[in-house]
């Protein structure tokens, strides 16, 4: 995922044009019809959504690569279309995307199945790989159809790419924690960011419910443990994006984007639940949550770091997508939450489905779900993803708890799975200890990076 240094991408021609005159043409319409008191209606808004995203997808087409979208989307944000679309079997039983979810997902595990494909290695970031596992695990959890007996299984997928990020677990700096990058040629591996141990510490909290296996709860203890000491999340679980290495991970980027209290909520949430109602989870779940009150302009969600701005990119358009997808999971492991996040999901997915208001078919979400039906002239597989995942999440009651092991999942496991990289395979054997931190060099900030944090931006906490 390529959030602080970005990395640019060429747009073909149409789109551009096509975006110019969409925008001039931006007027006031009705949007989808969407009524939340009738499960009908939620559903074939969410269907109507999912049909405009897969629109985008060219990974099915004769001479196109399965798995993957065109540009400017990078790879991981298939793997989280793909998850939009797990949901959307899971709350609507509709299976019409489910061969190209299937075909696609298998399509990119790569030959030790851990969704270290051959075709993205050379840029792929732990949190990139990490999108795709979580793909995996909520196939397993909601009961996704499994694979032929022949090809990878969800949970095995998940288990390898745990696995893999449990062995590059790095204390040489910062005390511990998952850098951005893989491997050390690209551009922002001297950058330890809180999406990436966000996704490790949201598949371990469910690795160990769904598993029993205690060793992967262990990890998501000293995963948030870490990412609280490191001052990525603060004393009042504000989540930041990341810090660099070179400094010792003493310079934090204080810019905050939707889905990290996300990934750690629905985490904490599964925590709550494997621990049999801890309170000092059921303290963590508070805490982020109403902390995620700064994404929220009078009950709307919003991108408070790009939004206002109008600077939101490829990437960010699709995060809204996570903080909905993961705050309606985190209600089944946490039902005490019910009350405070239905509404803030309700009365964004009205405002998202008024949005799906513009592009060629009249039917194309924006990403300005505050502007009511004013469509706000965008268009693009993040939009859709977001307003599919903020719609179909309020059909929550209808559907069951996600499974485990114990209560009728079918998944195949494989506590060895993965390898991609080297180091133990087995987590209950990668406990590194926290130890002191040690010295860093000093380092130079990426001049993006820079910018972005001089430019003083009005909601950034201090």
């Given amino acids: 995922m390529r959030l602080a240094y970005g990395r640019g991408s060429s747009c073909p021609s149409w789109v551009l044009s096509m975006s110019l005159s969409i925008l001039a043409g931006s007027n006031l319409t009705t949007g989808l019809t969407l009524d939340l008191t009738d499960p009908n209606s939620i559903k074939a808004a969410a269907g109507n959504v999912a049909y405009n995203m897969m629109t985008y997808y060219t990974g099915n087409n004769t001479g196109d690569v399965p798995g993957n979208l065109p540009a400017p989307y990078y790879w991981w944000e298939a793997g989280a279309m793909f998850g939009s679309l797990i949901d959307y079997f899971y709350y609507t039983n509709d299976s019409t995307y489910n061969d190209v979810v299937t075909q696609g997902m298998l399509w990119q595990t790569g030959p030790q199945n851990d969704f ?161 109602g801890s309170t000092l989870w059921e303290t963590r779940i508070n805490g982020i949550l109403n902390a995620t009150g700064i994404f929220f302009k009078n009950g709307i969600m919003f991108e408070v770091a790009c939004e206002p701005s109008g600077t939101c990119d490829t990437d960010n358009y699709s995060f809204k997508a996570y903080l909905a997808r993961w705050m309606v999971a985190s209600v089944k492991y946490a039902p005490f939450i019910t009350s405070t996040v239905m509404p803030l999901l309700q009365t964004s997915a009205k405002n998202a489905a008024l949005q799906c208001s513009g592009g060629p078919n009249g039917q194309m979400c924006g990403s300005k779900w505050t502007a009511g039906a004013t469509w706000d002239g965008t268009m693009g597989v993040g939009q859709q993803m977001s307003a599919l995942e903020v719609i179909q999440a309020n059909l929550i009651d209808l559907v069951p708890v996600p499974v485990t092991n114990k209560t009728g999942g079918t998944s195949q496991g494989n506590v060895a799975a993965g390898g991609g990289l080297g180091g133990s395979s087995n987590p209950a054997l990668s406990q590194n200890p926290i130890t002191g931190r040690d010295k860093a060099g000093a380092g130079v900030l990426t001049t993006i990076v820079l910018i972005s944090v001089i430019g003083g931006a009005w909601w950034m906490i201090s």
């Avoid at 999406?195 to 949201?202: A, D």
């Avoid at 810090?243 to 996300?262: E, I």
Wanted: negative net charge; charged residues 15%.
């Fill in 116 to 276: 270290m494909t051959p075709n993205q290695t050379k840029t792929e970031g732990n949190d990139d790989q990490g999108f795709w596992a979580m793909a995996a695990m909520a196939a397993a959890e909601q009961k996704f159809p499994d694979p032929p007996s022949s090809k990878p299984q969800w949970l095995a997928l998940a288990q390898g790419v745990f696995n893999d990020q449990a062995s590059r677990w790095d204390t040489q700096y910062c005390n511990g924690g998952l850098r951005w990058q893989i491997f050390t040629f690209n551009t922002g591996y001297d950058y330890k960011n809180t999406i990436s141990n966000g996704c490790f510490f949201n598949l371990g909290a469910r690795l160990a419910l769904y598993t029993g296996n205690d060793s992967y709860a262990q990890w998501a203890d000293k995963t948030f443990n870490w990412t609280e000491a490191v001052g990525l999340m603060d004393a009042n679980y504000h989540f930041y994006d990341g810090a660099h290495t070179t400094l010792n991970c003493s310079d934090v980027n204080r810019l905050q984007w939707t889905y990290n209290p996300g990934v750690f909520l629905l985490g904490a949430a599964v925590m709550y639940n494997y621990t049999n």
